[in-house]
């Protein structure tokens, strides 16, 4: 049953590629996997996210500066961060997953790079989840791995390439954030970039201290939450429910889904955040009392 309504909607998928006139977020995807089922479905993964990023972040950032997608998939966001900034660099790792990068963003505005970044350079063990790809992460033992990823601290490729006005920096990369950052310290401080991440801090609290506080030291003062603004949706998230997950993206309609907005936040700690914000300066007309 399941595999038939898959196929039904690949069928469609198809048929409304096929319209005269018609343009595409993304053409290749992978059956099965999570992102792109939405991707097959939706049209475009995280729509409402990324829209509250063009309305309260990309607004007030440099059109013509550079923005990073680091832990990129198979380019959902970067093809869409291309619309907002003259620059888009998306690092992937994961060889599987980059070639599929790669054909999403032939032609466009977009700089795919087969790199993993962390705080050293060398190469990390890394371990696939086949219903996720983007939930692939790297591992400490060979024996939990599928294979190696090559890694670098991102303030050396910033200097390799010689990469100015970096204004945002969107970060997925599955638990490995404060390696991440930790090899990015000169780039925050000097680029001082607004950071966009996942942050799964109610069930890794450890974790959370630990970006925290990285992230103050660094000089970002300024912390906002993804949050449905609807009373049903602000209920959910208040708890520490994602809206995304399981049966809550099922039951919660379209209506209450697009009342995403950003508010402001005195901690990242204590909750899951499907997605944060950080900066190291106030987002206008986000702050309110705080």
């Known amino acids: 049953m399941a595999?038939?309504?898959?196929?039904?909607?690949?069928?469609?998928?198809m048929r409304q590629l096929t319209r005269r006139g018609r343009k595409t977020h993304l053409r290749a995807v992978f059956l099965g996997d999570i992102v792109s089922t939405e991707v097959i479905i939706r049209e475009v993964y995280e729509k409402y996210h990324l829209e509250v990023l063009r309305d309260k972040v990309f607004a007030h950032l440099d059109?013509?500066?550079?923005?990073?997608?680091?832990?990129?998939?198979?380019?959902?966001?970067?093809?869409?961060?291309?619309?907002?900034?003259?620059?888009?660099?998306?690092?992937?790792?994961?060889p599987m997953v980059y070639h599929v990068l790669?054909?999403?963003?032939?032609?466009?505005?977009?700089?795919?790079?087969?790199?993993?970044?962390?705080?050293k350079q060398g190469e990390l063990w890394f371990k696939q989840n086949a219903q996720?790809?983007?939930?692939?992460?790297?591992?400490?033992?060979?024996?939990?791995?599928?294979?190696?990823?090559?890694?670098?601290?991102?303030?050396?490729?910033?200097?390799?390439?010689?990469?100015t006005n970096i204004s945002f920096m969107k970060i997925d990369v599955e638990g490995h954030e404060l390696y991440m950052l930790?090899?990015?310290?000169?780039?925050?401080?000097?680029?001082?970039?607004?950071?966009?991440?996942?942050?799964?801090?109610?069930?890794?609290?450890?974790?959370g201290e630990g970006i925290e506080a990285f992230l103050r030291q660094t000089g970002y003062t300024h912390f906002y939450r993804m949050v449905l603004g609807h009373p049903w949706g602000r209920w959910l998230s208040d708890r520490g429910y994602d809206p995304r997950r399981g049966i809550f993206s099922v039951i919660l309609s379209d209506k209450v889904k697009r009342t995403q907005t950003l508010?402001?936040?005195?901690?990242?700690?204590?909750?899951?955040?499907?997605?944060?914000?950080?900066?190291?300066?106030?987002?206008?007309?986000?702050?309110?009392?705080?």
Not at 102 to 119: F, I, M, P, R, W
Not at 187 to 199: F, H, R
Not at 264 to 288: K, M, N
């Open 102 to 119: 790669c054909a999403n963003t032939l032609g466009h505005k977009v700089e795919a790079v087969q790199l993993g970044l962390s705080d």
């Open 3 to 13: 595999n038939r309504l898959y196929q039904a909607l690949v069928r469609n998928w």
């Open 132 to 163: 996720n790809l983007g939930a692939s992460s790297v591992c400490d033992r060979e024996e939990d791995a599928d294979s190696k990823i090559k890694v670098m601290p991102l303030d050396e490729y910033v200097a390799q390439n010689g990469l």
């Open 182 to 207: 930790r090899g990015a310290e000169q780039t925050l401080k000097t680029q001082k970039p607004i950071i966009a991440a996942e942050g799964f801090f109610e069930e890794e609290p450890e974790l």
């Open 263 to 290: 508010e402001p936040i005195e901690t990242l700690l204590g909750q899951d955040h499907a997605l944060f914000i950080a900066s190291t300066e106030p987002l206008p007309g986000v702050d309110g009392k705080r």
């Open 63 to 94: 059109p013509h500066s550079v923005c990073l997608d680091i832990g990129a998939n198979i380019g959902n966001h970067a093809c869409y961060f291309e619309n907002h900034f003259d620059r888009v660099i998306a690092f992937e790792p994961n």
